[in-house]
């Protein structure tokens, strides 16, 4: 169910839905697809994840403005936001 949904991630030009409890699982569906679909319970950070407000444990700066998302469940790697988006992730974070 979309309630236990983290985040969205692309790995290998394959997007997989990662569960609060850590759980991987393939979708069907393309990060901007399932952008249009989900609505602003849901931030597109960048090309490889679409995250969910409640998965974002907190941010820190990055060189240049753009900011380190710290997700829960953790990533394989860093997840960064652009310069670009970084006002607008911290207005949607603040809701």
Same mark, same amino acid.
């Not at 393939?26 to 697809?33: C, F, H, I, M, S």
């Given at each position: 169910?979309?309630?236990?949904?983290?985040?969205?991630?692309?790995?290998?030009?394959?997007?997989?839905?990662?569960?609060?409890? =850590?759980?991987?699982? =393939? *979708?069907?569906?393309?990060?901007?697809?399932?952008e249009?679909?989900?609505?602003?319970?849901?931030?597109?950070?960048?090309?490889?994840?679409? *995250?969910?407000?409640?998965?974002?444990?907190?941010?820190?700066?990055?060189?240049?403005?753009?900011?380190?998302v710290?997700?829960?469940p953790?990533?394989?790697?860093?997840?960064?936001?652009?310069?670009?988006?970084?006002?607008?992730?911290?207005?949607?974070?603040?809701?």
């Amino acid at each position: 169910s979309l309630a236990e949904v983290a985040y969205f991630a692309v790995d290998d030009k394959l997007v997989d839905v990662i569960t609060r409890d =850590a759980r991987r699982f =393939a *979708v069907d569906q393309t990060l901007a697809e399932l952008e249009a679909e989900l609505g602003a319970e849901f931030f597109r950070v960048n090309r490889q994840y679409l *995250v969910c407000a409640a998965a974002v444990a907190g941010f820190r700066p990055h060189a240049k403005g753009k900011l380190v998302v710290e997700l829960v469940p953790p990533p394989a790697g860093e997840v960064i936001v652009s310069q670009e988006n970084a006002a607008r992730f911290r207005a949607w974070l603040a809701g």
